[in-house]
């Protein structure tokens, strides 16, 4: 399935009924084009509140080698209730990329975390974030950010090297508060612990761009091919 829509349209998960539980609960493979970048993502929601619900998007280029790491796109729209929200590559909060991101006006801070224990995650220069020139916003209810991060589908974690596969399913991680963090314009600021931690399955292959380098030079950011490397896929 194929949809388009934008920040506005989700204006009423912020104050409207509760999803049903399949929809907060089970994996979505639902490919998305949002109509500001061009990109087609891949897109699951989880939900942050009884209320209210996060959306992960994730676009990857089409037809990656074989075991070459690989940039992906990332875009998320956070109910303004949430002071923050995360993802984790690896599915859990230790030893794997986390994309942090939290309020800051117009433009989002995005900040690449790793942790190595239950406590405050330091910051991580194995993956960086590069906004786009378009999908970076807010309104009276949302905020949503769109980067592009190089680092995040690869990595070494406790069990060595890893690659996410591009044409897999694969369980993440995510989190978020309500609390605020202490300086919204700083990459490295304190982050207050988390009310949500939980799980969200991930269909990549739904997200898949055949234009994906050509798509990003579009929104002003280049690069966007694959590198040479070998790491376990998962």
Not at 92 to 121: C, E, F, K
Request: aromatic share 8%; charged share 10%; hydrophobic share 35%.
């Amino acid at each position: 399935m194929r949809t388009a829509y934008g920040l506005a349209a989700l204006a009423g998960l912020a104050t409207g009924r509760p999803l049903p539980e399949r929809m907060k609960l089970e994996a979505r493979a639902v490919a998305i084009v949002d109509q500001d970048t061009g990109f087609t993502f891949s897109e699951t929601q989880a939900a942050a509140t009884l209320s209210s619900n996060i959306v992960y998007r994730i676009a990857t280029p089409a037809n990656v080698p074989a075991n070459q790491p690989y940039d992906v796109v990332v875009q998320v729209i956070a109910p303004n209730s949430l002071g923050w929200v995360g993802l984790a590559w690896g599915g859990s909060m230790i030893r794997n990329p986390l994309t942090v991101a939290y309020p800051n006006g117009q433009t989002p801070t995005v900040s690449s975390r790793w942790a190595t224990g239950h406590s405050t995650p330091a910051a991580y220069s194995g993956a960086t974030y590069t906004a786009l020139n378009t999908g970076n916003k807010s309104n009276s209810t949302h905020w949503q950010y769109t980067v592009k991060c190089t680092g995040c589908t690869i990595y070494t974690g406790s069990s060595g090297a890893t690659r996410i596969d591009p044409v897999s399913t694969k369980r993440l991680g995510f989190a978020c508060a309500t609390g605020k963090v202490s300086n919204p314009s700083s990459t490295t600021s304190t982050i207050p612990v988390h009310d949500v931690y939980s799980y969200i399955t991930h269909d990549f292959s739904a997200g898949a761009n055949p234009n994906f380098a050509a798509l990003l030079q579009r929104n002003g950011v280049s690069g966007g091919g694959t590198d040479t490397g070998n790491a376990t896929q998962v």
